[in-house]
Each structure stands twice: as C-alpha cells, then as structure tokens.
C-alpha cells in the first residue's frame, strides 16, 4: 500500500476526529466518556496549536498524528532539539497493515529535514503493549528517567526517545 504523509487541512478533520476516536475506543484505551476524548476529538485546536499530518492510501486518510516541539501548546516532553508525535492513530479497518509503522517512519524522515532537530519523543501509556513494540523495533529506546504520571490519576507514561543519525 502506497502511503502519502501529509500536513492535514480543514477537510480532513472530520475523519481525522473519527479515526482518532475509533482507533483509541476500539483499543479499549478509554471509554467514550473519558475527559481525554474530547482533547482527541478536537482536531481544530490541535491544529491551531500544533502540526496535524494525516497518512493517506488511494485517496483516503487512513492514519493520524499531531507533531509538535518544546515549549508549545501541545508538547508534553519534548526538550529542546526534539520532535514530539502525539495522539498517532490508525483507521481500525487498516490496523495491521503496517500503516502505524509507515507513520511513524515517515515521522522521522520529516524530522531528519527541521533544522536543529536532533531527535523524537513519544510518550506511551504502560498498557499500550503493540505501540511499545513498534517503537522498539524502530530504534526507539526508553528514557525511564522522562516517565511521568497523568495529572491527578495513577497512570504512569513511558517516554520513549529516538536519537536522529544523519
């Protein structure tokens, strides 16, 4: 499957939405009535405050992700020099294809072109076992010493850092 990795546009944020919420509920990561839905489903503002790219194959978005950089409205760990990816989902019906892996392989191709980017972050829940695996397999190494926990609840989330090699 042929993938084209894209800057998302106004068009594309109703699927985005949809695929980010399918993609998280199917999982079981969160039930629909979870505080952290609504900050998933809304694209506009990740789009106003951060970078949304979409993955697209024959013409239909089928994956979503939010780049975003130190200090920004979005960024949760990023350190100076450091891409972060956040909220990366695929379309349920195309999980397992190895458009998740396609993704985040295009996500380092980008970040191997920004100035004075030297390398990515990603922040994953404990419980996100296939994510962590993929990572792995991509060069992605823990950094245990940037876990951190959600604000108010017991969930602890790994930090996972690729340095860029040029």
Known sequence: ??????????????????????????????AA???YMSVLEDVEHRAEHAQVWVAEAAGKVVAAVTLT????????????????????AVDPE???GGV????????????????????ISITSAMFM???????????????PERDW???GESVRLWVFRLELDY
């Open 129 to 143: 076992q296939p994510a962590h695996s993929l990572y792995g397999s991509l060069g992605f190494q823990r950094a």
């Open 149 to 151: 926990y959600v604000p």
């Open 94 to 96: 195309h999980q397992g």
């Open 69 to 88: 950089f130190a200090g920004e409205p979005y960024s949760e760990i990023a350190q100076d020099g450091e891409l972060e990816f956040r909220m990366l």
């Open 33 to 35: 009535d979870h505080p």
């Open 100 to 119: 998740g892996r396609t993704v985040v392989c295009e996500i380092v191709k980008h970040a191997r072109q920004l100035p004075g980017i030297d390398g």
């Open 1 to 30: 499957m042929t993938v084209v990795f894209r800057r998302a546009v106004p068009a594309d944020f109703a699927e985005v939405r949809r695929i980010t919420r399918d993609a998280y509920l199917r999982a079981g990561h969160f």
